[in-house]
């Protein structure tokens, strides 16, 4: 079974992963922050990009994942980092900017969740999010198909996490308490090692809640078939890739 996430696999798509993390940081109105939150910082891929534009912040990621965690301080090992449920958890300080990417489609209830965290933010703090919002891509739509087609029907009729909320519940929430809302959608194509490749990416994001109450046989035959469907659904383009389309949904938020 799949307890724990696995940074190895997810740092294989790297540049995938970051490249989002960038884009949100692009658009962070803040010169010089104190104080720092990297919410759901897995691996410390996007803690890296703060510390980079952020060399004299107080930095510090926040992860559920012991392996992410783990990860994290290896590869930045003068920033602190610290175990925790974003569900319930608040800053110790005010901070001038809490960044998350692509962490809080996994949270229940997250807007409400969004809407407690900006009463926590110093004066000028900034909330800046980036969630995949993807549900309705055959990457993700094949995955419920399989799992309701398979013999693990049973097993994973509650796997599939929920959409996004539209767009202006998301507007709704925060407005009142922020003076600017700025949301915005964008769609990264990937060109990925065919079917295989998409089926590997998404593996340790995406897939993981699909493979974890499996067992290693019904692992590997609900990859076959999900793969199967992945390579039809998916045309392979000249150079041999196929292209993974990607949304996302961005929401920088200021006080």
């Known amino acids: 079974m799949m307890r724990d996430w696995q940074p190895g696999l997810y740092l294989k798509f790297n540049d ?19 104080i720092v939150y990297d919410l759901g910082c897995g691996p410390g891929n996007s803690t890296a990009l703060l510390v980079q534009r952020f060399p004299h ?39 001038d900017l809490l960044y998350s990417n692509a962490t809080f489609q996994w949270v229940p209830d997250h807007l409400r969740v969004l809407t407690r965290l900006m009463g926590s933010l110093a004066p000028q703090g900034v909330l800046a999010v980036q969630m995949p919002d993807n549900m309705g891509e055959p990457s993700h739509v094949l995955m419920r198909e399989t799992a309701k087609d398979g013999p693990w029907a049973e097993k994973l009729a509650k ?20 003076a600017r809302v700025d949301i915005w959608r964008s769609a990264y194509h990937h060109p990925l090692k065919g079917a295989e490749g998409i089926a590997e990416m998404v593996s340790s994001t995406g897939l993981r809640p ?38 996302r949904l961005f929401i920088v938020a200021q006080l």
């Open 16 to 34: 995938e992963r970051s490249r989002p993390a960038r884009d949100l940081l692009a658009q962070v109105p803040l010169d010089a922050p104190g």
């Open 57 to 95: 912040a107080r930095i510090t990621g926040i992860d559920s994942s012991p392996a992410m965690l783990k990860e994290a301080r290896a590869a930045l090992p003068s920033t602190r980092f610290s175990e925790a449920d974003l569900a319930r958890w608040m800053p110790e300080d005010k901070p």
């Open 159 to 178: 796997a599939a996490r929920p959409p996004l909320p539209p767009v202006r519940d998301y507007y709704n929430a925060l407005k009142p308490h922020a």
């Open 210 to 247: 699909f493979l974890a109450p499996l067992d290693a046989k019904e692992q590997a035959d609900f990859l076959a078939d999900y793969t199967a469907r992945l390579a039809k659904a998916y045309p392979t383009n000249a150079d041999g890739t196929v292209l993974l389309r990607f949304p």
